[in-house]
């Protein structure tokens, strides 16, 4: 079955134990900027938004990559395989949720592997706003609730794009 993580935006305070954890995790540091969880922060608007793959059905990072370096695991997982990743960028373009970028050391594709499903994400997070869901009918519109969640805090309709 495939899973995916859901992050409810009404507990996640922006405290940011998450990037760590899975900074720490995935790259022995604790660099947030390594993270393959991003929380993005608009004070003014009072705006809090975690950034993390979603794990599409239809993955548009996957198709864009000249090399393959964007699979499935054999647990279902979208991945990327560093060792073909070159770098080239078009997984990070193609991908519309921003849940997949380069990393600033290895100049590498990176983007959350659910960490072969024990993610140190939800460990860190003492709120309890991180959960992991499976790709029936409930976990994907847990997804829904809280992108559509995103949209609302942001002063926008579903699906529009703000410039």
Same mark, same amino acid.
């Given at each position: 079955?495939? #899973?995916?993580?859901? /992050?409810?935006?009404?507990?996640?305070?922006?405290?940011?134990?998450?990037?760590?954890?899975?900074?720490?995790?995935?790259?022995?540091?604790?660099?947030?900027?390594?993270?393959? !969880?991003? #929380?993005?922060?608009?004070?003014?608007?009072?705006?809090?938004?975690?950034?993390?793959?979603?794990?599409?059905?239809?993955?548009?990072?996957?198709?864009?990559?000249?090399?393959?370096? /964007?699979?499935?695991?054999?647990?279902?997982?979208?991945?990327?395989?560093?060792?073909?990743? /070159?770098?080239?960028?078009?997984?990070?373009?193609?991908?519309?949720?921003?849940?997949?970028? #380069?990393?600033?050391?290895?100049?590498?594709?990176?983007?959350?592997?659910?960490?072969?499903?024990?993610?140190?994400?939800?460990?860190?997070?003492?709120?309890?706003? /991180?959960?992991?869901?499976?790709?029936?009918?409930?976990?994907?519109?847990?997804?829904?609730?809280? !992108?559509?969640?995103?949209?609302?805090?942001?002063?926008?309709?579903?699906?529009?794009?703000?410039?």
């Amino acid at each position: 079955m495939k #899973i995916f993580l859901t /992050i409810d935006l009404h507990k996640c305070t922006g405290c940011r134990n998450c990037e760590l954890a899975c900074s720490a995790e995935r790259t022995k540091s604790f660099n947030p900027k390594r993270s393959r !969880i991003q #929380i993005l922060k608009d004070e003014p608007r009072n705006l809090v938004v975690p950034m993390v793959c979603l794990q599409c059905e239809v993955p548009l990072c996957e198709q864009a990559c000249p090399n393959g370096a /964007i699979s499935y695991n054999e647990k279902g997982t979208l991945v990327v395989h560093s060792k073909v990743c /070159i770098g080239c960028m078009n997984c990070v373009t193609a991908c519309l949720y921003g849940g997949i970028e #380069i990393d600033p050391k290895t100049l590498k594709a990176k983007k959350c592997d659910i960490c072969w499903g024990d993610p140190a994400c939800i460990k860190a997070c003492e709120y309890k706003a /991180i959960s992991l869901v499976e790709a029936k009918k409930e976990g994907l519109k847990a997804r829904r609730k809280n !992108i559509d969640i995103a949209y609302q805090t942001a002063g926008m309709k579903t699906g529009e794009v703000q410039e």
